[in-house]
C-alpha cells in the first residue's frame, strides 16, 4: 500500500509549492522511491487548455496528450516521473464526473452532496495512483488554505488520513514568512494564522516549510514550531535562491527534509546521490560566457507564460556552458521599422508557441530578421507557423498567403492558408480543437541540422499540442522555392519541422522540445540551438 503527502498552502499564492513538491519529490526518487504525483486545482475549468496564459500561465501538455497547470512541469524537470492526464484534477473535473453518475442513476435517485460523493470522487483521484512500483503519492493542493474553492479538498484530505494506517500519510504546509524592511523584523504571525486555519479543518501539518526572502533564524523557527505545534526540526526555511530554482532541493536536504519524511513514513532508504545535480549547479554557477537570446511573444506580462521554454533554455545554457541572458521582446510593439532596434545584439531569436494571434505582424517581422541576418532562429509551435507565413510571403513570392488561424478568413481563397486546420485524414475545418496532442512520431532528414541536433536520430516522438499544421497542398511551392523539410510525420505526412539552407541554424518545429527538457537532460534541440547562439557570439 503506498504512503501518501499531501501539500498545502497558506499566506499567499505563488508561495512556491510546486517548487518545493517538486524538489520533494526528487529527493525521494533519489532515495530509491517510486512516486507518484498528483495537482489539485480548485478552479472550475475542466482543465487549463483554453485558459488564458496571461492569467494561468502556461498549458503544460503530458506525454499521452493531457493538458495541465505548469506546476506539472516543476513536477517532471526536477523529479523526473513521467505524469499523465491522472495527474492534474480540477474542480470541474470532479463535479463533472459526480454529474455524470448522477445522470445515469447510479446513486439510486439519493441526494448527492458535497460530503460524502464529492470528496469520495476527490479521495479516488488519490488511490488510483497507487500500485506496486508507487511507495509514495504526492499530492498538491493549488490556492491558499482558506480559500473557499479549497474546501471539499481539504476534506477530503482529512477524511482519508483517518481512514489511512497511521504513518500512512503525512501533511506538508507551505506559507509565507514576511521580513518587514522598515522595522527589519520577521514576521511569524501569517503562519500562525495559516496553520491555526488548516487546524480548523481538522489537520495538523508535520512539516511547516518557511519561504522567506532571507534565511530564518532559529529563534523564529522555535516561535513556529511552539505556535504551529510542530517539532522544531520540522520546521524548514526555503529562502529566496540567487542562481536557479534547482538549488530549492539541495537547500531542503540539506535540512533533512526527506530524511524527516522518510522517518515520518516508516520507509528505510539510502541518502540520496546528489554528485550529478550538484555538477549541474556548478557548471551553472561558473559559466565560461553570456548569450543573449531574444524570446518574441505577446504574454511577457504574466512570468509563466513560457515557462518551461524559458527552463529549457537554462538547461541549454547548462549544456555549453554558458549563462543564458533571456531578452524578451513583445511582439506586439515589433514593426517593420523598429525590428534592428528590438533585436540588435542578441546571439540568437526563438518563438515559442502563442507569439501570433496578438502579435502576429511583429513575430513576422522578427523571424525575417533573424532569417536574413543569419541570426540562429528557434520556431516552436505557432512559432514554426508564422515561420512558414514569412517563407511564403518574403521568399515563395505568395503574396496571398496566410494563416487560417489569424484574422478573418472568410472573403480570403482557401488555397492562400499556408497554415490550415486539418483533420487526419488531411481535409480542412473549421473545429477549435487541438488536432494532436501528446506523442507524435517524427523522422528526421539526414544531414540536417534537426537530424545532427539528435545525434544522427533516424526517428524522435515529441510532445505535440497544435491545432493547426502546414498545408500540405501548399508544400511543394515552399519546396521549390528553398525550404527544406527535415521531419515528417511517417503516418499523416505531417509536416513536423523545417530548415532553411545556407543559414547558420534556422530550425522551425510543431512540437514542443521544451516539455521534454531536463536540468541534466537538456533536450538537443535547446543545447544545440545555445551552441549555434554561442558561435554567432563569438
Excluded at 319 to 348: C, F, H, P, Y
Excluded at 433 to 462: I, M, P, W
Amino acid at each position: 500500500m503506498s504512503k501518501f503527502i499531501f501539500i498545502t498552502g497558506g499566506v499567499v499564492s505563488s508561495v512556491g509549492k510546486g517548487l518545493a513538491s517538486a524538489s520533494l519529490g526528487f529527493l525521494l526518487r533519489g532515495r530509491g522511491l517510486g512516486i507518484a504525483m498528483l495537482k489539485l486545482d480548485p478552479y472550475i475549468n475542466v482543465d487549463p487548455g483554453s485558459m488564458d496564459p496571461l492569467q494561468h500561465g502556461e498549458v503544460y501538455v503530458t506525454d499521452d496528450g493531457a493538458e495541465g497547470d505548469l506546476d506539472l512541469g516543476h513536477y517532471e524537470r526536477f523529479a523526473g516521473v513521467k505524469l499523465t492526464s491522472r495527474s492534474n484534477i480540477t474542480t470541474g473535473r470532479i463535479y463533472q464526473s459526480v454529474i455524470t453518475k448522477e445522470r445515469r442513476g447510479a446513486y439510486g435517485g439519493g441526494t448527492v452532496q458535497v460530503v460524502p460523493h464529492i470528496t469520495d470522487a476527490i479521495k479516488e483521484t488519490f488511490t488510483r495512483l497507487e500500485g506496486p512500483d508507487i511507495d509514495v503519492v504526492m499530492v498538491e493542493l493549488g490556492g491558499t488554505v482558506g480559500d473557499i474553492e479549497g474546501l471539499p479538498f481539504i476534506e477530503a484530505f482529512r477524511q482519508f488520513s483517518l481512514e489511512r494506517p497511521d504513518g500512512d500519510v503525512l501533511f506538508v504546509h507551505i506559507t509565507m514568512v514576511p521580513f518587514l524592511k522598515a522595522s527589519k523584523e520577521i514576521k511569524t504571525k501569517p503562519t500562525q494564522h495559516s496553520v491555526q486555519k488548516l487546524r480548523e479543518y481538522g489537520i495538523q501539518p508535520d512539516i511547516v516549510i518557511c519561504r522567506s526572502e532571507e534565511a530564518i533564524p532559529d529563534s523564529v523557527k522555535e516561535k513556529i514550531a511552539m505556535f504551529c505545534n510542530v517539532r522544531r526540526d520540522c520546521v524548514l526555511d526555503e529562502r529566496n535562491v540567487d542562481l536557479t530554482v534547482y538549488e530549492v532541493p539541495v537547500i531542503l536536504h540539506d535540512q533533512n527534509a526527506d530524511g524527516i519524511i522518510c522517518d515520518r513514513l516508516r520507509l528505510e532508504t539510502p541518502e540520496p546521490d546528489l554528485t550529478a545535480w550538484k555538477a549541474m549547479l556548478h557548471t551553472a554557477r561558473n559559466p565560461e560566457g553570456t548569450v543573449e537570446v531574444a524570446v518574441v511573444g505577446a504574454h511577457h506580462a504574466m512570468s509563466d507564460s513560457y515557462k518551461s521554454v524559458s527552463e529549457a533554455l537554462f538547461h541549454g545554457g547548462v549544456a555549453n556552458r554558458v549563462s543564458v541572458k533571456r531578452r524578451e521582446v513583445d511582439s506586439t510593439e515589433i514593426t517593420a521599422e523598429n525590428v534592428n532596434e528590438k533585436l540588435a545584439g542578441v546571439s540568437g531569436g526563438i518563438l515559442p508557441d502563442g507569439a501570433g494571434i496578438i502579435g502576429c505582424e511583429g513575430g513576422l517581422a522578427a523571424i525575417r530578421w533573424a532569417r536574413e541576418n543569419n541570426v540562429p532562429f528557434f520556431g516552436i509551435g505557432m512559432g514554426m507557423e508564422l515561420a512558414a507565413l514569412e517563407f511564403a510571403r518574403n521568399v515563395a513570392g505568395m503574396d496571398g498567403a496566410y494563416h487560417a488561424g489569424i484574422g478573418s478568413t472568410a472573403d480570403l481563397p482557401p488555397g492562400n492558408a499556408v497554415v490550415t486546420r486539418l483533420t487526419q485524414d488531411g481535409k480542412a475545418t473549421r473545429d477549435r480543437v487541438a488536432v494532436r496532442k501528446g506523442l507524435y512520431a517524427a523522422a528526421l532528414k539526414r544531414g540536417s541540422n534537426l537530424r545532427l541536433a539528435y545525434g544522427d536520430e533516424e526517428f524522435v516522438r515529441e510532445r505535440h499540442r497544435n491545432e493547426f499544421e502546414l498545408n500540405p497542398d501548399l508544400l511543394d511551392r515552399l519546396v521549390a522555392a528553398g525550404l527544406v523539410v527535415t521531419g515528417i510525420n511517417p503516418d499523416s505526412q505531417l509536416v513536423e519541422a523545417f530548415e532553411v539552407p545556407g543559414h547558420p541554424w534556422y530550425v522551425a518545429v510543431i512540437f514542443h522540445p521544451e516539455f521534454k527538457s531536463r536540468p541534466v537532460e537538456p533536450h538537443p534541440l535547446f543545447a544545440a540551438f545555445i551552441g549555434a547562439a554561442k558561435t554567432a557570439r563569438g
